[in-house]
């Protein structure tokens, strides 16, 4: 007795090219939301030596930079764990994305509504910290490692 199998029945075959761009959107996007952190970790102290340290720093006080940075977060994120969601259709990945990406945004968009000045900086922190972590799960649910290798053929050839 033959089966008839449905497309949802099949998994995607392996797709090397787009699990490699899944990839290096997910590498940009952890270093974006750490890039965003050490933007609002150390602009106070960077700019408090400013006059020790003879450097014209003032740049990264700018909207634009702040701005290019968010912006940056949300489309690495969009575009790495979205595809590699409809590869691996694991629904934390999206909740991660979800949570991750409306805290970043409601902290950028709602200063001094929605959000006090006490709670930017504990807020960005949770948002970007969130997104660093669903990267890092979209990458081991895309490839089975967190350090985005395959590990189909066994760990004999991986330098980890």
Known sequence: MTENKT??????????????????LDNLGIFASIACLIHCLALPVLIAAVP????NLKFLEEPWVENTLIAAIVAFA??????????HKKVIALVGLII??????????????????????PLIAFG?????????LNRRFTTGSFL????????????H
Do not use: W
């Open 7 to 24: 497309n949802q029945d099949i998994p995607d075959p392996i797709d090397l090219g787009q699990d490699k761009a899944i990839l290096s």
């Open 52 to 55: 020790f340290i003879g450097l």
């Open 78 to 87: 969009v575009f790495a764990i979205v595809p590699g969601y409809f590869r």
């Open 100 to 121: 991750g990406m409306v805290t970043v945004l409601t902290v950028a968009f709602g200063r001094d509504t929605l959000v006090s000045e006490s709670l930017e900086l």
């Open 128 to 136: 970007n910290l969130l997104l660093v972590g669903t990267h890092l």
């Open 148 to 159: 985005g290798h395959s590990h189909s053929g066994g760990h004999e050839n991986c330098k």
